[in-house]
């Protein structure tokens, strides 16, 4: 029987994780325990968020086991990612990612996030019974890029996405109350709060999609769709541009109870000199965002596994899609085409 793979969270605070006689054992403030047999089940990842402690026993067991071990804030905003030191499997990978800019593959995989964000999109308007992109349009427009330059290829793309978008929004934003209701997708300082809490969401998938990259090996600051820019990673950002749909039916979903008190308004450095308000979620209802949105990527889609099983959540579907592109970067598969579901 294949071993069950365990994810070790601790959140709120107060939790303590230690290591004891080959179990990873939590500990939380009523003295409650719970036990993880590292040679029992496989121990995917741990998750620790501030307010909690970890021994050093743990982080060294993590390194040397290679287990991967995120850290967030209490807002459970990811900051950083411990890793082994001795974790090599990169190097073929990420000599592959830099060789598609050369033989081709880079095109190819820039034209296939576009067009599998917009057939996304489609998922997402077909749902909810809106009108729908003419797929063979973008599709034809998109094959049409004949070019041998990434950067010509990535400046023709844009347009075209951002038409798609733009439609996309104009047809899902009728879907929430009148009351929150906005006229236009805004993400760098947005005013409203419906727009901050796209934001915020994306901000979680940007995780999750950046911790799938790190799990395949592959580097995180070489993007396809997106081009290199300082503290950017841009390979993140364009696997992003896949998901983004599904973080838009959550937020449809997370939308229907909202009303306008459970937005605050946030003052902030906008730049050097000026200061800006902001809608953004309470306190409250921020928590119950990210604990609601980490629920939902564990919700499973009628997607086959890489090796056995007819479902999987959305998070090992975005782990797998990751492992995917990392193969057809290595030429083990003869084509990458993301598979896309919303889960039931």
Request: glycine share 4%; charged share 30%.
């Amino acid at each position: 029987m294949k071993a069950k793979i365990q994810k070790i969270v601790l959140n709120g605070h107060g939790k303590y994780l230690g290591l004891t006689k080959g179990c990873f054992v939590v500990r939380d403030r009523e003295g409650n325990v719970k036990r993880y047999p590292m040679f029992e089940n496989e121990i995917g990842e741990i998750i620790v968020s501030s307010g909690n402690f970890i021994s050093t026993s743990v982080l060294a067991s993590c390194g040397f086991w290679s287990i991967p071990l995120t850290v967030m804030t209490k807002n459970l905003k990811p900051i950083a990612v411990l890793r082994s030191l001795d974790d090599d499997e990169y190097i073929k990978t990420r000599l592959a990612q830099y060789e598609a800019y050369k033989n081709g593959k880079a095109i190819t995989i820039a034209k296939e996030i576009v067009l599998s964000k917009i057939e996304s999109q489609n998922i997402i308007l077909r749902e909810y019974s809106l009108r729908q992109h003419d797929l063979m349009i973008y599709k034809t427009k998109i094959q049409n890029l004949n070019s041998n330059s990434l950067k010509d290829v990535r400046k023709r793309l844009l347009p075209i996405e951002g038409k798609a978008s733009e439609d996309y929004f104009n047809e899902i934003f009728k879907l929430f109350p009148k009351n929150l209701r906005i006229e236009k997708r805004r993400s760098f300082k947005a005013y409203d709060g419906i727009n901050n809490t796209f934001n915020l969401a994306y901000t979680v998938l940007r995780y999750r999609i950046h911790s799938a990259i790190l799990k395949a090996h592959l580097e995180p600051f070489l993007g396809f769709v997106h081009a290199e820019a300082h503290s950017k990673p841009s390979l993140v950002c364009d696997l992003m541009e896949i998901y983004r749909s599904l973080i838009d039916n959550f937020i449809l979903e997370f939308s229907e109870t909202l009303k306008p008190n459970d937005f605050i308004l946030k003052t902030e450095w906008f730049s050097t000199h000026r200061l800006g308000k902001r809608q953004v979620l309470n306190r409250e209802k921020t928590k119950e965002l990210t604990e609601r949105l980490n629920d939902y990527f564990e919700r499973k889609v009628e997607i086959p596994r890489i090796k056995h099983g007819n479902k999987q959540t959305l998070e090992t579907l975005i782990n797998e899609e990751a492992m995917l592109l990392g193969k057809y970067l290595r030429n083990e598969l003869p084509q990458w085409k993301p598979r896309i579901a919303i889960p039931n």
